[in-house]
């Protein structure tokens, strides 16, 4: 994702608007998160951010895909034992000889057995099988429950990163509305100095202070915006959703 940002500002008051580019490969969308506009009001309610959380967080996709997995394993223990079940059918044929006369045909052993079918079921059991079937069933319906009761400490730990990250969101928001107040202050303060140097009202020196003042609100002005810049990323990434489709339609 790239983020620009780009604050301007009026004689009237100081204005800004913060401008992301294009996120999650959606081509030509671009958000605009007013400075002056409360985060709040802009983004979704916090009660729906947390279930579009809970629903997109890869961190909760990733849990959930290993409880599938721990019920796979469930499943399988308990159909294990299975493997020791053997089926078979065949047909045979022969004279009945044995059958109709009762006495053997010593030419032809074989087809003394009466046709029919035959199927059945050949069953070998291990002692391991009889005996350690329901322990192990039990550890893989642990490891299951483990997997679900993780998702669950999961979910309470992306909720009080939600609310941390939501609440330096504001923060940042409200600090960096002040710190262009005070941006556009200095900057009016410097285009006065530079009039009033060329006009010889002041000194060299009183310029070179002006200038230092801008300059230093400049920079903490310009932290305060990667600030809030960084937390807006944050919480993007810990939703799991672009941030275009948290906003209030």
Same mark, same amino acid.
């Given at each position: 994702?790239?983020?620009?940002?780009?604050?301007?500002?009026?004689?009237?008051?100081?204005?800004?608007?913060?401008?992301? &580019?294009?996120?999650?490969?959606?081509?030509?969308?671009?958000? #605009?998160?007013?400075?002056?506009?409360?985060?709040?009001?802009?983004?979704?309610?916090?009660?729906? +951010? +947390?279930? *579009?959380?809970?629903?997109?967080?890869?961190?909760?996709?990733?849990?959930?895909?290993?409880?599938? *997995?721990?019920?796979?394993?469930?499943?399988?223990?308990?159909?294990?034992?299975?493997?020791?079940?053997?089926?078979? &059918?065949?047909?045979?044929?022969?004279?009945?000889?044995?059958?109709?006369?009762?006495?053997?045909?010593?030419?032809?052993?074989?087809?003394?057995?009466?046709?029919? #079918?035959?199927?059945?079921?050949?069953?070998?059991?291990?002692?391991?099988?009889?005996? &350690?079937?329901?322990?192990?069933?039990?550890?893989?319906?642990?490891?299951?429950?483990?997997?679900?009761?993780?998702?669950?400490?999961?979910?309470?730990?992306?909720? !009080?990163? +939600?609310?941390?990250?939501? !609440?330096?969101?504001?923060?940042?928001?409200?600090?960096?509305?002040?710190?262009?107040?005070?941006?556009?202050?200095?900057?009016?303060?410097?285009?006065?100095?530079?009039?009033?140097?060329?006009?010889?009202?002041?000194?060299? &020196?009183?310029?070179?202070?002006?200038?230092?003042?801008?300059?230093?609100?400049?920079?903490?002005?310009?932290?305060?915006?990667?600030?809030?810049?960084?937390?807006?990323?944050?919480?993007?990434?810990?939703?799991?959703?672009?941030?275009?489709?948290?906003?209030?339609?």
């Amino acid at each position: 994702m790239f983020f620009t940002l780009s604050a301007t500002a009026q004689n009237t008051g100081a204005r800004g608007m913060v401008a992301f &580019g294009r996120s999650a490969g959606l081509p030509g969308d671009t958000l #605009y998160l007013d400075v002056n506009q409360d985060i709040a009001t802009q983004l979704l309610p916090f009660d729906q +951010l +947390l279930k *579009v959380a809970m629903a997109y967080s890869p961190l909760v996709k990733y849990q959930r895909s290993l409880v599938n *997995v721990a019920e796979a394993g469930t499943s399988v223990s308990k159909s294990q034992i299975m493997q020791n079940l053997n089926g078979f &059918g065949n047909y045979s044929w022969g004279n009945q000889s044995l059958v109709t006369t009762g006495i053997p045909d010593q030419t032809n052993p074989l087809g003394q057995i009466a046709n029919g #079918y035959r199927v059945g079921i050949d069953a070998r059991i291990s002692l391991y099988d009889l005996f &350690g079937r329901k322990h192990q069933i039990r550890q893989a319906q642990a490891t299951q429950r483990a997997a679900e009761l993780q998702v669950d400490v999961l979910e309470l730990q992306i909720k !009080q990163q +939600l609310i941390t990250i939501y !609440q330096d969101m504001i923060t940042a928001q409200q600090m960096l509305k002040i710190r262009l107040i005070d941006e556009q202050a200095s900057l009016t303060a410097y285009r006065l100095a530079e009039l009033d140097l060329q006009k010889g009202r002041i000194t060299a &020196g009183a310029m070179a202070s002006i200038t230092t003042q801008y300059v230093q609100t400049r920079a903490i002005s310009e932290q305060v915006k990667g600030d809030f810049l960084k937390n807006v990323h944050f919480f993007e990434a810990l939703m799991g959703v672009p941030i275009q489709r948290l906003k209030r339609i």
